[in-house]
């Protein structure tokens, strides 16, 4: 699957990080809109969150936006690291996931990502949430339940919780999925869960079936077909 993140954004994003790095003190607004760029960028750059931690807990204490922090060398050397890897990047990413998975109560689905559906050049947020919206197949088994989510993509789970989008695209499957939850009477909440903590759906999603039933050994024998309707919205 391809992803990009738009030229513009990168060469304000470079332009942003040479302006900091002259200085010895940022405040902690700018070093906020610094932060909150590149976690943006990391979505792109999966890598780069590894440069991302020392600037966060160099905001530690600060609480008011005029408040300064000053930029150790280690956090001077994360931003040059930024600037000199951006200055080169073409803006485009490839990644190897290449589908979803679900599990519930013994039930399961795990599908790969339509051709078409690649070949469109979906944003990242239309591939991340997807497999929520596709939870909707069990709407009326969740009928009159508090439900809570655990997804191991933190992007996901702000989506959720917040229930807002930018992308068009993105904006139709939440629409899909708030309206399913409106007719079933669900209250839903996403929690943040890595996968290394999430057994059996990270051998789903990787498609490890001999792993995934030795960990779930009562789980049904066929998996959930996701509906057509479902697909269509990407199409």
């Not at 909440?189 to 290394?196: D, F, I, L, N, Q």
Request: charged share 25%; glycine share 6%.
């Amino acid at each position: 699957m391809e992803v990009r993140l738009l030229r513009e954004k990168v060469q304000h994003l470079v332009s942003l990080l040479e302006e900091a790095v002259r200085k010895p003190k940022l405040e902690l607004r700018q070093a906020q809109s610094i932060l909150g760029h590149l976690n943006f960028a990391c979505k792109v750059i999966l890598v780069g969150r590894a440069f991302c931690r020392r600037l966060g807990i160099a905001m530690r204490g600060a609480v008011l936006p005029h408040h300064h922090i000053r930029l150790r060398a280690s956090v001077r050397d994360d931003l040059k690291m930024w600037i000199s890897f951006l200055q080169e990047f073409n803006g485009v990413t490839m990644l190897v996931d290449d589908g979803f998975s679900l599990f519930w109560d013994g039930h399961w689905a795990a599908e790969r990502w339509l051709l078409s559906w690649k070949k469109a050049k979906h944003s990242i947020a239309f591939f991340e949430y997807f497999p929520l919206v596709a939870l909707s197949v069990w709407g009326p088994t969740f009928a009159n339940r508090n439900v809570i989510f655990n997804v191991d993509n933190q992007s996901v789970v702000n989506l959720e919780n917040s229930q807002r989008a930018r992308h068009e695209k993105v904006l139709k499957l939440l629409r899909v999925f708030l309206l399913k939850c409106l007719k079933c009477n669900v209250i839903f909440k996403a929690k943040y869960v890595p996968g290394v903590n999430n057994d059996v759906a990270d051998a789903l999603f990787r498609f490890q079936w001999q792993r995934f039933r030795g960990l779930a050994p009562g789980v049904d024998v066929l998996k959930m077909a996701v509906p057509g309707e479902l697909w269509e919205l990407g199409e």
